[in-house]
T-cell receptor, first 111, second 114 residues
Framework: DQQVKQNSPSLSVQEGRISILNCDYTNSMFDYFLWYKKYPAEGPTFLISISSIKDKNEDGRFTVFLNKSAKHLSLHIVPSQPGDSAVYFCAASMEGNQFYFGTGTSLTVIP | KAGVTQTPRYLIKTRGQQVTLSCSPISGHRSVSWYQQTPGQGLQFLFEYFSETQRNKGNFPGRFSGRQFSNSRSEMNVSTLELGDSALYLC?????????????FGPGTRLTVL
């Protein structure tokens, strides 16, 4: 039972444009959400997070939006750079360190 | 600080064998979690250890087990290997276990079962 879903397996964006990655979840008990980036042959690295008491968190070129009523999370990257090309995973937790991950979206930024 | 280390990086086994994977967390981190990553399935949570005790367990058969030592290092064991166990196994450490902190991942162990 996939409680966190990323319905777009891949996304291609031109350099300098905005990348929007989406994530949906089913469990309303989740109260903390994260995005990770993964390059081949490496483990995921943390990108940005958001608590359920907020609806937006920004860190440089990365912004995460949370819509609790829609159970929807999105990551905006502006402007996109070729080095952003990677697989992006969203994750959610409720309590304790049991995180539920989506299946990932492979982002390609075209120079 | 040194990152999370996992050994071995690659492993080839045959069906029916057993395997032990090792993870050393970041110094000071007491929470260690294990994940299985397969194509199309994302990261599936296996279990989490904190202070040598298993705190959470995912939906995996009993063939998957683990333990944590007093120095927070952790091992994961898979017995009676099946072809479907071929995957990237990732270990992650965290300074707390409240679920409100990022996890730091190791590079993973790529297990191939023939």
């Amino acid at each position: 039972d996939q409680q966190v879903k990323q319905n777009s397996p891949s996304l291609s964006v031109q350099e300098g444009r905005i990348s929007i990655l989406n994530c949906d979840y089913t469990n309303s008990m989740f109260d903390y959400f994260l995005w990770y980036k993964k390059y081949p042959a490496e483990g995921p690295t943390f990108l940005i997070s958001i608590s359920s008491i907020k609806d937006k968190n920004e860190d440089g070129r990365f912004t995460v939006f949370l819509n609790k009523s829609a159970k929807h999370l999105s990551l905006h990257i502006v402007p996109s750079q070729p080095g952003d090309s990677a697989v992006y995973f969203c994750a959610a937790s409720m309590e304790g360190n049991q995180f539920y991950f989506g299946t990932g979206t492979s982002l390609t930024v075209i120079p | 600080k040194a990152g999370v280390t996992q050994t071995p990086r690659y492993l080839i086994k045959t069906r029916g064998q057993q395997v032990t994977l090792s993870c050393s967390p970041i110094s000071g981190h007491r929470s260690v979690s294990w994940y299985q990553q397969t194509p199309g399935q994302g990261l599936q949570f296996l279990f989490e250890y904190f202070s040598e005790t298993q705190r959470n367990k995912g939906n995996f058969p009993g063939r998957f087990s683990g333990r944590q030592f007093s120095n927070s290092r952790s091992e994961m064991n898979v017995s009676t290997l099946e072809l479907g166990d071929s995957a990237l196994y990732l270990c992650a450490s965290s300074p707390t276990r409240d679920g409100h902190n990022e996890q730091f991942f190791g590079p993973g162990t790529r297990l191939t079962v023939l």
